[in-house]
């Protein structure tokens, strides 16, 4: 088992852009939570989610950043970015939303790219599309501006290796 939340924590780091509006305009948090499956009483079986303070490999494990416009004004062409730690293989369209768009990096946050453009550099120098344990980093851009008051959460799953 393994005491995600202390390392986690420590890998993770969130960065946000705005454009038009302070750096103080909008406040983020991350949960960190693992999927379980609980039995109902009649037999079925329903997923939960639960603090992630101890995962085993091969676990679910779902990041959650909300974020919140605590501005009287709106914040448009919002940016967040959360690293995938080393520890978790990205879950395949786990990021992907509506309310933003959603690229990816192999490379440590350098660069970003839609999931399908995502080439990773061999060391025989030909490339090929990033697989899922490739991904280091997600960033969505907030398709609309958010009302002050306002918010949303932008979320990835993945699993512990």
Request: hydrophobic share 40%.
């Amino acid at each position: 088992m393994v005491n995600i939340m202390r390392k986690m924590i420590s890998t993770l780091a969130l960065v946000v852009s705005l454009t038009g509006v302070t750096a103080n305009a909008l406040t983020a948090q991350q949960v960190v939570e693992r999927e379980v499956v609980v039995k109902q009483a009649d037999g079925s079986e329903a997923v939960k989610r639960e603090k992630a303070d101890m995962v085993t490999p091969g676990d679910k494990v779902v990041y959650t950043l909300s974020y919140y416009n605590d501005e009287q004004k709106e914040a448009d062409n919002i940016v967040l970015v959360m690293p995938i730690p080393a520890e978790i293989k990205y879950l395949e369209g786990s990021a992907d939303t509506d309310s933003a768009r959603t690229v990816y990096s192999a490379d440590g946050g350098e660069t970003f790219f839609a999931r399908d453009q995502l080439k990773v550099k061999q060391a025989d120098g030909r490339t090929h599309v990033a697989s899922a344990d490739e991904i280091t980093h997600v960033r969505w851009h907030v398709s609309a501006a958010i009302a002050p008051g306002a918010g949303g959460d932008l979320s990835f799953s993945g699993r512990l290796k």
